[in-house]
């Protein structure tokens, strides 16, 4: 099983920065690749940024450009970079682990999500 705990978030004015972070403990084939979702309230889960171990990444249209994920070098922490902050942004926001294997940013191949951290952006 995978641990996860992310810390960060927290409100930020439209054109501002923020960024999160998520640690991942326990096996660590069930975190090869470590994604960032997010959820506003009446929408469906998005996916925003995924990183397979530390060099393949991808994007959605959504973010691309404006965050940027990474990761620590052993790995179990994964970052997002969040910049040019958009209303649109505010959501509450997951990181998900995954087996060797997944590259697609689809909420339903994901098994273990973090707790789920809250990220506000006023104009």
């Known amino acids: 099983q995978v641990q996860l705990v992310e810390s960060g978030g927290g409100s930020v004015q439209s054109g501002g920065s923020l960024s999160l972070s998520c640690a991942a403990s326990?096996?660590?084939?069930?975190?090869?690749?470590m994604a960032w979702f997010r959820q506003a309230p009446g929408k469906e889960r998005e996916g925003l940024a995924l990183?397979?171990?530390?060099?393949?990444?991808k994007y959605a249209e959504s973010v691309n450009g404006r965050f940027t994920v990474s990761r620590d070098n052993a790995g179990n922490t994964m970052y997002l970079q969040m910049n040019s902050l958009k209303r649109g942004d505010t959501a509450v926001y997951y990181c998900?682990?995954?087996?060797?294997?997944?590259?697609?940013?689809?909420?339903?191949?994901?098994?273990?999500w973090g707790q789920g951290i809250q990220v506000t952006v006023s104009s």
């Open positions: 998900a682990p995954e087996a060797p294997g997944g590259l697609e940013l689809d909420a339903d191949t994901f098994k273990y």
């Open positions: 326990g096996n660590s084939y069930y975190y090869y690749t």
């Open positions: 990183i397979a171990f530390s060099t393949y990444t």
